[in-house]
């Protein structure tokens, strides 16, 4: 029963508090500064993690900080002696945390020596969009900061937004390799990933529904224990979960679901990196296909599309197709400018007319074709390109998209 309450305690979290975090892929922004009103300053104080971090006398001193996609790039000159910044604590104006992120590994730093530092912004709360300043404290990990900046959160605020796209589309005839679909009878949601916020639009001949929402973010987070939830828990969750690996793709993380029914299914993200200063991100993503606005009971696994989603700090992004199964056709989005949301029927309308191809610009990575399940039909018509117009041979399936144009 503890355990019962203490994953139920996190889901409920997430949906309340964690979704509100998501701040990611801010993108298209490059060679942007910002000034830092307060740097490498006298002894000052503030609670982080149940214990005081105090910043030292001249240990250090943050000279500039540079917006990337999705992450705030700082620049630390080392003015004394030698320490090693593995925690790096984010408040707001108030001095409310709202964030200790670990840096790791950890970054060694010598007197005349500059570092970057990056922070990914994915760690920080929806607070951001509320805050006019957000103040930074590069620490050890006994609690000591070696500097300090405050950066204005309005400018970050107002960075072009990112979206990913997920469609699903049902078609007459469930055969393995069939890319076909009806407009008239699809369903997507566009995720905002740096709101966390959803809009998802559900066609069904003549009945169209509308819902939005946020996104439900797992942070710290590793196991999704669906049948240990009300159906209005799981409901709550909304059509898309994320799960954040908090190595950032530097070590090894395992990710666990448990339908309603008891079953587990096992998603273990390799590392890809030496260094997370690399990596903005390492994302899983999960779609609940049947997940829509009515009242009915199918939330059953969320495991419906789960996609590993990689953002890296040179601005490209790995995506890499982990599950997907059940006679829906899927289509993956994502592009630093997603067309339309309201435009979707009509580049389905297209890629069925067009011999199931599409012009990159529309942002459709792949389609999981009809009967298909990942990664069980391998070579057997499971991924299809609609950019080249063709099979993906290679498995797992994996495609790099350009982030910064």
């Excluded at 500039?64 to 999705?70: C, E, L, S, W």
């Excluded at 969320?302 to 006679?327: K, L, M, P």
């Excluded at 580049?347 to 012009?359: G, T």
Aim: negative net charge; contains cysteine; proline residues 4%.
């Amino acid at each position: 029963m503890e355990r019962a309450v203490e994953i139920a305690g996190a889901v409920r979290a997430a949906s309340l508090t964690l979704a509100v975090i998501v701040l990611v892929l801010i993108a298209v922004v490059t060679g942007v500064f910002v000034y830092i009103y307060t740097t490498g300053a006298s002894s000052e104080t503030g609670a982080s993690a149940g214990k005081a971090v105090v910043v030292m006398r001249s240990a250090a001193t943050v000279e500039a900080v540079k917006v990337g996609a999705g992450y705030l790039e700082l620049y630390v000159r080392g003015l004394q002696g030698e320490h090693k910044i593995d925690v790096i604590y984010v408040y707001n104006e108030h001095g409310d945390l709202l964030a200790a992120i670990g840096v790791n590994p950890p970054i060694k730093l010598e007197p005349g020596e500059v570092k970057r530092i990056v922070i990914p912004l994915v760690m920080l709360h929806g607070e951001l969009f509320q805050t006019s300043k957000i103040r930074i404290v590069l620490a050890t990990s006994s609690g000591v900061g070696i500097a300090t900046g405050v950066v204005d959160a309005v400018t970050l605020r107002k960075v072009k937004p990112i979206v990913i796209g997920l469609v699903a589309g049902r078609a007459g005839e469930c055969t393995i390799g069939n890319l076909w679909t009806d407009s008239n009878y699809i369903h997507w949601v566009y995720v905002d990933l740096i709101k966390g916020e959803y809009k998802l639009r559900y066609i069904d001949g003549s009945y169209t529904v509308d819902a939005q929402g946020r996104a439900t973010i797992l942070v710290n987070v590793s196991v999704l224990d669906l049948s240990r939830l009300f159906w209005t828990e799981r409901y709550n969750l909304g059509p898309v979960v994320v799960f954040i690996n908090p190595y950032s793709a530097s070590k090894d993380y395992t990710v666990r679901v448990i339908d309603i029914y008891g079953n587990e299914y096992v998603f273990d993200m390799k590392a890809l990196v030496q260094d997370s200063q690399e990596v903005v991100i390492d994302a899983l993503i999960l779609w609940e296909d049947l997940w829509w606005p009515g009242t009915g009971e199918s939330l059953d696994n969320y495991v419906d599309h789960v996609v590993r989603f990689t953002v890296f700090t040179n601005g490209t992004a790995r995506i890499e197709v982990v599950r997907a199964s059940g006679c829906y056709l899927h289509m993956f989005m994502f592009s630093s400018s997603l067309p339309d949301f309201n435009s979707v029927p009509r580049i389905v309308d297209e890629y069925v007319a067009n011999d199931y191809m599409l012009p990159p610009e529309y942002g459709v990575v792949y389609v999981k074709s009809h009967a298909a399940v990942v990664p069980d039909d391998i070579l057997k018509h499971a991924i299809w390109d609609p950019v080249r117009g063709v099979w993906v041979k290679d498995w797992p399936p994996v495609f790099h998209v350009h982030i910064l144009q």
